[in-house]
């Protein structure tokens, strides 16, 4: 081991204290003592210690206890702490192991023994740092690819006289496989893209990335939104061989109030009028599921004070704490309950309800979007 590593010998009795350090100084260690609890806790505080040997005897607070407070302090919760203890009854082996001690070895010591411990112990606080530096680096990338995640949802929405829109997003991890985005053609034309990628976290992150890269470089005016689909389709087949992707293609022409639309293996969107529902769908398989794609193409004109409401299967195929889910039918039924409601108050309660459902457990990522016809 370098001599950074250091081990901090707690114990009141010098003698103890010389044959400890001499045996480990010969490995090499760095040695540091305390012959008090109180004095111990504060060292741990102060300098970085990787591995405490710990007399359970002690002047004022006796090991048990320095245990206790280290065990309880974030800071020093993570150092290893042996015993060396002259006390051999079953019960206080039993009590350091339950105050967190990793070991415990009774005096009279061997030489042979303190050392194979310490190795072993130091081991594996070495693999523990390793660990955690890893454990660090994936959260560092992770909360990049959150970030860059914000991208594929989107929030904000061109300003139109003609319609708003509102979005809702929450993944079931850090990052997920759902997207919106969006495109505003020169002719004024709207075209959204909602997405869901099977599968969860970085796989479908990176998928769903694609497809939103896909979708800003298609050359989209002379195409219907199913040929948008199947362009998409014929672009990601030859890079990805184990995820589908289940999509609504919608287009949207403010002068004519025309809602042009298809959908790939996706449920039905829904229309509000006049607080009744309708459900707007089209057949067509997954992309990516089959070789041939097979399409449908849709035109339906919307009017003023419309609400269209899309939403992925993460806001109904939610189960309770019998595993009973909820259902479209259920979840339609609360659409239809809330649809007088604002839109962004229709989002953050239909959100509640699928939660509450769900006990308050994500089950999948939670997607959902609403256009208000002006």
Request: charged fraction near 25%.
């Amino acid at each position: 081991m370098p001599s950074s590593v250091k081990i901090l010998i707690v114990d009141d009795n010098e003698t103890n204290v010389e044959i400890l350090s001499e045996i480990l100084r010969y490995e090499n260690y760095e040695i540091v003592v305390a012959y008090d609890g109180e004095y111990a806790i504060e060292l741990c505080n102060e300098i970085e210690i990787d591995l405490v040997l710990l007399d359970v005897l002690l002047p004022g607070i006796n090991g048990f206890e320095v245990a206790r407070i280290l065990q309880s302090n974030s800071k020093t919760a993570e150092i290893p702490i042996l015993f060396v203890s002259a006390l051999h009854e079953t019960k206080n082996i039993v009590k350091a192991l339950d105050m967190g001690a990793v070991d415990y070895i009774t005096k009279p010591f061997q030489e042979a023994e303190i050392l194979a411990r310490v190795r072993s112990q130091l081991k594996i606080r070495t693999l523990e740092k390793e660990r955690n530096l890893l454990l660090r680096a994936l959260k560092n990338d992770l909360d990049i690819a959150k970030s860059n995640q914000q991208n594929l949802v989107s929030f904000k929405f061109p300003p139109s006289k003609d319609y708003q829109i509102h979005t809702s997003y929450f993944p079931m991890e850090q990052v997920g496989g759902d997207w919106i985005t969006y495109e505003l053609q020169p002719s004024q034309d709207l075209d959204i893209l909602f997405g869901d990628v099977t599968g969860h976290g970085v796989a479908a992150a990176m998928i769903s990335l694609m497809a939103i890269i896909s979708f800003k470089n298609m050359t989209k005016a002379f195409l219907t939104p199913s040929e948008c689909l199947h362009w998409l389709h014929n672009n990601l087949s030859p890079l990805i061989e184990t995820h589908f992707i289940s999509a609504i293609y919608l287009r949207y022409n403010p002068q004519n109030k025309l809602l042009s639309y298809s959908m790939a293996g996706h449920h039905a969107m829904v229309l509000i009028r006049e607080e009744k529902i309708f459900k707007l769908g089209t057949k067509g398989f997954c992309l990516l599921m089959f070789p041939q794609l097979i399409l449908d193409n849709k035109d339906y004109y919307l009017q003023e004070k419309d609400r269209l409401f899309l939403f992925s299967d993460g806001m109904y195929e939610v189960p309770d704490m019998d595993e009973n889910y909820m259902g479209d039918s259920i979840f339609l039924e609360e659409v239809k309950r809330n649809c007088h409601l604002s839109a962004k108050e229709f989002l953050a309660s239909m959100q509640l309800f699928s939660l509450k459902h769900g006990n308050g457990i994500i089950h999948d990522d939670m997607t959902m979007l609403v256009m208000d016809i002006l």
